[in-house]
């Protein structure tokens, strides 16, 4: 099947509450266009010069959502362009994100990364820390943040259970801090689910899945 047939055929499986964030990281211009001329303005990607490349070379109204691991000297190159960046797995980064918002005049969209796998590969906080950052002082000064929610990676086993029993204890983190109302907070994004464990994620409360070899074929 073609780019466009394989999006279509997720995009019509998912509920209409989950939004479909396309992993394009890897891919050349021609099947990010395809994805985008079949509709999809959304797309993700691991790598802060690859995404600029292709941000300068694409539409402006393609959404770009940053999906790995982002390093703090990084930040500043994303800061024209950036709609969501998904992987804050540090309070350095986050200190980094608002000095560079600060500087462009600009509030940045970001999700706190929770370290929800057994390996140890996976970036992340874990619930305790979470609970500490959330009610520091230094959290609520970062006037130029905006975190919308959570994001986690499951970990690479073919264990449903085990996938199932992680996406439920991101699921219950999120729903935790609900109704934590601060200026530079609102719990509204769970992102969870790619394309191999995407379905259960949406099954666990997920509402935002990110989704490459299923619209694109494998690397």
Same mark, same amino acid.
Not at 102 to 119: F, G, P, S, T, Y
């Given at each position: 099947?073609?780019?466009?047939? !394989?999006? &279509?055929?997720?995009?019509?499986?998912?509920?209409?509450?989950?939004?479909?964030?396309?992993?394009?990281?890897?891919?050349?211009?021609?099947?990010? #266009?395809?994805?985008?001329?079949?509709? =999809?303005?959304?797309?993700?990607?691991?790598? /802060?010069?690859?995404?600029?490349?292709?941000? &300068? =070379?694409?539409?402006?109204? +393609?959404?770009?959502?940053?999906?790995?691991?982002?390093?703090?000297?990084?930040?500043? %190159?994303?800061?024209? %362009?950036? =709609?969501?960046?998904?992987? /804050?797995?540090?309070?350095?980064? #986050?200190?980094?994100? !608002?000095?560079?918002?600060?500087?462009?005049?600009?509030?940045?969209?970001? #999700? #706190?990364? /929770?370290?929800?796998? =057994?390996?140890?590969?996976?970036?992340?906080?874990?619930?305790?820390?979470?609970?500490?950052?959330?009610?520091?002082?230094?959290?609520?000064?970062?006037?130029? +943040?905006?975190?919308?929610?959570?994001?986690?990676?499951?970990?690479?086993?073919?264990?449903?259970? &085990?996938?199932?029993?992680?996406?439920?204890?991101?699921?219950?983190?999120?729903?935790?801090?609900?109704?934590?109302?601060?200026?530079?907070?609102?719990?509204?994004?769970?992102?969870?689910?790619?394309?191999?464990?995407?379905?259960?994620?949406?099954?666990?409360?997920? !509402?935002? /899945?990110?989704?490459?070899?299923?619209?694109?074929?494998?690397?």
């Amino acid at each position: 099947m073609s780019i466009a047939q !394989n999006l &279509q055929k997720i995009l019509a499986e998912l509920p209409e509450h989950v939004t479909l964030v396309a992993v394009s990281k890897t891919k050349p211009i021609e099947d990010i #266009l395809e994805a985008y001329q079949a509709g =999809q303005r959304i797309f993700g990607e691991n790598k /802060v010069q690859e995404m600029t490349d292709k941000w &300068q =070379q694409l539409p402006k109204d +393609i959404q770009w959502h940053m999906i790995g691991h982002l390093q703090t000297n990084k930040v500043k %190159y994303l800061m024209p %362009y950036i =709609q969501l960046i998904h992987g /804050v797995d540090s309070i350095k980064l #986050l200190q980094e994100i !608002n000095r560079q918002a600060v500087r462009w005049r600009k509030q940045i969209n970001c #999700l #706190l990364q /929770v370290h929800i796998a =057994q390996e140890d590969t996976k970036f992340g906080f874990d619930a305790t820390e979470i609970e500490k950052l959330l009610h520091s002082e230094e959290f609520k000064s970062f006037q130029n +943040i905006q975190v919308r929610g959570f994001m986690g990676m499951a970990t690479f086993t073919d264990d449903p259970t &085990q996938i199932k029993a992680e996406f439920t204890s991101l699921k219950n983190i999120f729903d935790q801090y609900q109704n934590l109302n601060l200026p530079n907070f609102k719990a509204q994004i769970l992102s969870m689910g790619m394309s191999g464990d995407y379905a259960l994620a949406i099954e666990c409360g997920s !509402n935002m /899945v990110r989704i490459g070899s299923s619209i694109f074929g494998s690397r």
